[in-house]
């Protein structure tokens, strides 16, 4: 018997109840609640955010399993078996039987695990495989010298497969399949039940739920990055900035978060959207919408898939409108826009990364440029090179998206903070307390500024106002450093100004002119 089944025993016989958290089995007493349950395991959390717990129901336990999550001595990658075939059928009874077996041979098109014993009848017909294909092969057409093979990349070959080919396809941990190589083995292989075989579920953000024997919780996805899409990556890091995906949208094949709807990203890649699957719209009604797929779908030229679950397929499928779920990456994004030169040493020292500074070096030096400005690229180079100015060119804002969504929309977009932890404000004038800022992207063309939290009595010292469409000159960003009662921050009427936040360092604009570049980050407190 496995080692969980005597830790389950124990756990019944010390009168505890034992559930699941993240798959990591945990021994709670009676009554104990949702909270009690992520605190004893550790587990990844994000205040407000939304978990899954899912009920077994013991008697639909009949429903045939589909997914099997392959555990290696280089991490973990999920297989989905692909309709009724003899192959599938004799994965599906003898999976167990090809643990410990090592990788046999590896190439640029291939990655073999084995040798075992299958009941397989051998052929010599050239097989065309897509990437991340799983099929049985017979070395020398033996079947006692059996491999379980998976494609790296779209080829065709004479494996010796049996003449229903392949049987199942990668759907995930698929960056673990390039590190894997000679002395790698399979270390374990776990069914995980189709969804619709599973039974009562909840998602829900309340801690006091209270929990019981047999539940399985989940805390939080995980998305493991596509290397070959860079700018879709960076679009889900900008997405997700905050740790959370927002659920916009809920459809039986798909959850969705428009937070960036209208911004448009790069179409990088064709690859058919699987369960669990994330992408992004990149032509038409819904551009730069984010979604994670719940069931198979093909492949789509709007579509750019940007990476796959390696955790928390279950928490999708549960998820509801309006929640949001935590949300890790694989890789983690490399944001070094606003940092000093020392926190992005220490921040690029465990990646192996070279960081070349330009600009302001000195050691109150913040950094505001970084090339390559996409993540994915600074990894693959190894090297990126970085530009800093002196902290008192970096000023705090606080915004008000609540009073003010439909211009910070606009101001966000207009100095790339919706994609940037800072943003760039050039000054085009100033006069007396007034400081007048004209963005170097004119997102005024193209997007909406109407009437929105205009001042009402006078307008506070430090308060960013912008130009909203009652007047000729939309789109200006300003701010005084006095009280006024008569005009708004850019010089104009009331009626003709959205208040959209309020710099938390106004000192720091004294010492600024014509010409200067104000840099913006926004002021958010740690929500974990």
């Known amino acids: 018997m496995s080692s969980l089944y005597y830790v389950v025993e124990a756990i019944i016989l010390s009168g505890k109840i034992s559930v699941e958290v993240n798959n990591n089995q945990v021994a709670l007493p009676p009554g104990s609640t949702l909270g009690d349950a992520i605190k004893a395991s550790q587990a990844p959390y994000r205040k407000g955010t939304a978990i899954g717990i899912l009920k077994k129901d013991e008697g639909r336990k009949s429903g045939a399993i589909i997914d099997y999550v392959v555990k290696t001595s280089k991490g973990d990658f999920r297989i989905e078996l692909e309709g009724d075939s003899a192959s599938a059928d004799v994965w599906a009874e003898h999976f167990n039987e090809y643990e410990g077996t090592k990788v046999r041979w590896d190439s640029r098109d291939a990655l073999a695990f084995g040798p075992f014993k299958a009941d397989i009848v051998p052929t010599h017909s050239l097989l065309s495989l897509n990437k991340y294909d799983v099929v049985f092969g017979a070395g020398g057409l033996d079947p006692d010298n059996t491999h379980m093979i998976i494609a790296l990349e779209d080829h065709s070959s004479e494996y010796g497969t049996p003449e229903d080919g392949i049987f199942g396809k990668v759907v995930s941990g698929i960056n673990i399949l390039s590190e894997l190589g000679s002395g790698d083995s399979i270390i374990g292989i776990e069914p995980a039940l189709e969804w619709e075989e599973t039974g009562e579920h909840v998602c829900t953000t309340d801690l006091n739920t209270v929990i019981e024997e047999g539940f399985r919780i989940f805390t939080y996805i995980e998305v493991e990055i596509d290397p070959e899409a860079p700018e879709g ?103 070094l826009l606003g940092l000093s030169f020392k926190e992005a040493e220490d921040k690029l020292s465990s990646l192996g990364i070279e960081l070349v500074k330009q600009g302001y070096t000195e050691d109150d030096a913040v950094i505001v440029e970084q090339k390559p400005a996409h993540s994915i690229d600074v990894l693959k180079e190894g090297k990126v090179e970085v ?141 974990q």
């Not at 659920?247 to 890649?269: A, T």
């Open 233 to 335: 990556a960076e679009h889900f890091f900008a997405l997700t900035r905050d740790g959370t995906f927002d659920v916009g949208f809920v459809s039986s094949s798909f959850i969705s978060d428009h937070s960036l709807h209208g911004e448009m990203c790069k179409f990088e890649n064709f690859d058919p959207r699987t369960k669990g699957s994330v992408w992004v719209r990149t032509v038409g009604y819904g551009t730069g919408k984010m979604f994670i797929a719940k069931d198979d779908r093909p492949a789509s030229i709007m579509h750019s898939v940007v990476g796959n679950l390696s955790h928390g397929i279950e928490l999708v499928q549960m998820a509801e409108s309006d929640q949001k779920l935590m949300v890790k990456t694989s890789p983690e994004p490399v944001w």
């Open 387 to 527: 530009v800093g100015v002196p902290d008192s060119k970096l000023v705090n804002v606080e915004l008000y998206d609540e009073l003010a969504p439909k211009t910070l929309d606009f101001f966000r977009h207009a100095i790339d903070l919706q994609f940037k932890p800072v943003g760039a404000l050039p000054i085009m004038m100033t006069y007396e307390n007034t400081y007048i800022f004209k963005a170097e992207k004119s997102a005024e063309k193209y997007k909406e500024i109407l009437p929105e939290n205009v001042p009402q009595g006078k307008v506070a010292a430090g308060e960013l106002g912008v130009t909203n469409q009652a007047a000729k000159r939309h789109g200006m960003v300003g701010v005084k450093l006095e009280d006024d009662d008569m005009f708004g921050p850019t010089g104009e009427k009331f009626t003709s100004t959205n208040i959209i936040g309020r710099i938390l360092e106004p000192e720091k604009l004294k010492g600024m002119k014509d010409g200067d570049i104000m840099y913006v980050i926004e002021a958010t407190g740690s929500d």
